[in-house]
């Protein structure tokens, strides 16, 4: 069997998944861009479209804890609803509906008998990237030659979900070994971003955007290692956190370059309300991770960091520095316009906002690059070997050097000294911010580049600087490109080759309706003060719209 036929395969069998009462009657032409407001109400009746534009998460959990929603009919309205935007977008990669409605009724049957919850997400549909291992389920990590593959255990995170009370209901899609910033690999194809299908979702955590950004889940789990939580979130107007390393388990799920450390990934959440990052984050902590995760830090929840007792207090001053342009590659027009809206919003909520320099961006981006090919391509080469498929993606140089055991040291060296010499930068700011304080967080854009045509490249080095430094971020949702506005302005001197592709790119009616996202970049280890920061912001910017 050819990989083309093992992948057709695959795919028809996910598609016989869908109900034949849950599949569309019509699906709309490629001249039908945004397909977030497509009528659903010939799969969905009036309940499940109440339950799932019920875009809070707290409220979602208040109604499952009292009973005012049942488990199982808030499952069966985001099953519904995330196979109609598998339909619309091609975001999932496995449905496992039968096995969350048991799980479903077996957490109705509990709350009924004892009065009370199974844990903080009693009851809450979560879905997963395809990398986080669930028992019984196949799982490809966008790989042809891994398909047949069934998890013969629950990964910690996926576990202390279930014991938390949630409920896993399907995975989405990736890019071949989540190595690029589009989810599209050989066995399920390319997932479309739902508010303009001519762009991409982002990746590697793509799918996941996609299904969450089309209402099919109200809380989803991604990876990040170079900003593959954050960018899909950015790509569809959602909130997400890249937790620093080993904050949320990483122990059984799987991975590419499984042992490269120079680097590590996280898992961390995508969400439709912002609230969603507290209940996710506080919810993994408080399940005691270190416990089965001999990797994962022994660090409870900590309100006294949520309550910004080292930013001035709960009801202090902040002051936020914005990085406009990272001196590499300069945003496209429309992140300086919600650069300069959080400015100002931020600003009428009595709070200071300066101006961030920049710290050697090229030589950050050059040391990521080093440690993301340090292998020369071997470990996806094997697993591309198994079916023949070709590789795919182009964050990885398909030219690289496969580097000698003392080369990487030397690469892991130069971060060490890197990650120091920005740190140093950083508590520099303290002359400059009239709190007393280092600036308390950066606020920049999600990428240079709005939601990239299918198959374009990105420059990604305004994410990676949180992995290189494992500064805990955040993304929150400011606008959408508006073609009348962000208009394309003249060209400047170009500073790199990634500049000049970025400029290039950018043509405004392209990109209409394309949400607009920043990120908060905090100190590491500031899940908790980045949440709150960021749900301040959020409050600042949406005030500044009434």
């Not at 955590?205 to 900003?227: H, N, R, T």
């Not at 969603?276 to 408080?286: E, N």
């Not at 022994?298 to 309550?307: A, C, G, M, T, V």
Request: aromatic letters at 8%; hydrophobic letters at 40%.
């Amino acid at each position: 069997m050819t990989w083309q036929e093992a992948a057709a395969q695959k795919r028809a069998k996910l598609a016989a998944l869908i109900p034949d009462d849950v599949k569309l009657p019509t699906i709309p032409g490629p001249e039908v861009l945004n397909v977030t407001n497509y009528p659903l109400d010939s799969v969905l009746s009036a309940r499940d479209l109440e339950i799932t534009n019920t875009a809070d998460v707290g409220i979602l959990l208040e109604k499952l804890s009292t009973g005012a929603w049942a488990a199982t009919e808030v499952t069966s309205a985001y099953c519904k609803r995330a196979l109609a935007a598998h339909q619309l977008v091609n975001c999932l990669t496995e449905i496992f509906i039968d096995q969350a409605l048991t799980r479903a009724k077996e957490l109705d049957e509990y709350l009924k008998t004892t009065g009370k919850t199974v844990g903080p997400l009693h009851g809450l549909p979560i879905s997963l990237k395809d990398q986080i291992d669930v028992k019984g389920i196949e799982l490809t990590m966008g790989y042809v030659g891994w398909i047949g593959r069934v998890s013969k255990e629950n990964s910690v995170c996926a576990q202390l979900l279930l014991d938390q009370g949630a409920i896993i209901y399907v995975r989405t899609n990736v890019p071949q070994a989540l190595m690029f910033g589009e989810a599209v690999n050989n066995v399920f194809g390319t997932t479309s971003n739902p508010f303009n299908r001519n762009l991409t979702c982002g990746g590697s955590s793509g799918g996941e955007g996609a299904l969450i950004g089309m209402k099919g889940s109200p809380l989803g789990v991604g990876s990040d290692l170079g900003g593959s939580i954050r960018i899909p979130a950015a790509f569809q107007g959602l909130y997400a956190l890249r937790p620093s390393y080993n904050r949320v388990p990483y122990c059984g799920s799987t991975n590419s370059m499984e042992g490269q450390e120079g680097i590590p990934s996280v898992l961390g959440p995508l969400s439709s309300s912002i609230n969603g990052l507290k209940i996710f984050i506080k919810a993994m902590a408080d399940a005691k991770p270190w416990l089965y995760d001999p990797l994962a830090l022994r660090l409870p929840w900590n309100e006294d960091s949520y309550k910004l007792a080292d930013h001035g207090g709960e009801h202090g001053k902040l002051c936020f520095a914005i990085m406009w342009d990272d001196g590499v590659c300069k945003p496209m027009p429309p992140y300086k316009r919600a650069l300069e809206q959080t400015k100002a919003a931020l600003e009428a909520a009595g709070h200071t906002v300066i101006d961030w320099v920049p710290y050697d961006s090229a030589g950050g981006w050059q040391i990521v690059s080093d440690i993301y090919n340090a292998d020369g391509g071997h470990d996806i080469d094997l697993a591309c070997a198994l079916s023949g498929e070709p590789r795919m993606g182009w964050v990885l140089d398909k030219d690289a050097k496969h580097l000698s055991t003392y080369e990487y040291w030397q690469v892991c060296r130069a971060k060490t000294i890197w990650i120091k010499k920005h740190l140093d930068h950083w508590t520099a700011t303290a002359s400059s911010t009239g709190t007393g304080r280092p600036v308390d967080a950066i606020i920049c854009p999600i990428s240079a580049n709005a939601p990239q045509p299918h198959g374009k490249s990105q420059y990604i080095h305004y994410t990676t600087l949180s992995n290189l430094c494992d500064y805990t971020t955040s993304v929150f949702p400011v606008t959408a490109c508006d073609p009348a506005i962000d208009v394309k302005l003249p060209a400047h001197e170009f500073r790199s080759s990634a500049d000049k592709m970025i400029y290039e790119l950018y043509e405004p009616e392209m990109y209409r309706d394309a949400p607009i996202s920043l990120q908060c970049i905090g100190r590491k280890n500031e899940e908790e003060a980045v949440i709150r920061m960021t749900e301040l912001i959020d409050a600042a910017l949406k005030t500044s719209k009434k």
